[in-house]
C-alpha cells in the first residue's frame, strides 16, 4: 500500500501564503488521481481540491482562485499553494489518494496521510 506524507504546514498570519506537499512513497500520481482535504476543530472533514491522473483539478468554492494544485515531474508529489489564507482555513489537512475522480468530484480511497495543521492566526 502506497504511504502518504503530508508536509508544509505552519502558522501563518492572514493574506499569507503556505505551500502544503503530499509526497507519495511511489510514483502513483502519473496514474491515480487524488484530493486534499481539511478537519476543522468540531467540523467534518471536507474535500477541498482534486487533481486527475492528467492534471485536471477541482476545487471547492470556499478555496477556489486562492489555492492551486500542482505536479512535481516525479509523479510522486503533488503541491497545494495556498495563498491569501483566511482564520477560516485553519484546519488539519489531508491528502488521499488512489480514490475515484469523476464529474468534478474526488471520492477518496483507504489512503491518507497523516495530516498537516494549518493554523492562520494574527
Known amino acids: 500500500q502506497v504511504q502518504l506524507a503530508e508536509s508544509g504546514g505552519g502558522l501563518v498570519q492572514p493574506g499569507g501564503s503556505l505551500t502544503l506537499s503530499c509526497a507519495a512513497s511511489?510514483?502513483?500520481?502519473?496514474?491515480?488521481?487524488m484530493g486534499w482535504y481539511r478537519q476543522a476543530p468540531g467540523k467534518q472533514r471536507e474535500l477541498i481540491a482534486a487533481?486527475?491522473?492528467?492534471?485536471?483539478?477541482t476545487y471547492v468554492d470556499s478555496v477556489k482562485g486562492r489555492f492551486s494544485l500542482s505536479k512535481d515531474t516525479s509523479q510522486k508529489t503533488v503541491f497545494l499553494q495556498m495563498n491569501s489564507l483566511k482564520p477560516e482555513d485553519t484546519a488539519v489537512y489531508y491528502c488521499?489518494?488512489?480514490?475515484?475522480?469523476?464529474?468534478?468530484?474526488?471520492?477518496?480511497?483507504?489512503?491518507w496521510g497523516q495530516g498537516t495543521q494549518v493554523t492562520v492566526s494574527s
Open positions: 488521499n489518494v488512489g480514490g475515484r475522480y469523476s464529474d468534478g468530484y474526488y471520492y477518496s480511497s483507504g489512503s
Open positions: 511511489v510514483k502513483i500520481f502519473s496514474y491515480t488521481a
Open positions: 487533481i486527475d491522473s492528467i492534471g485536471s483539478t
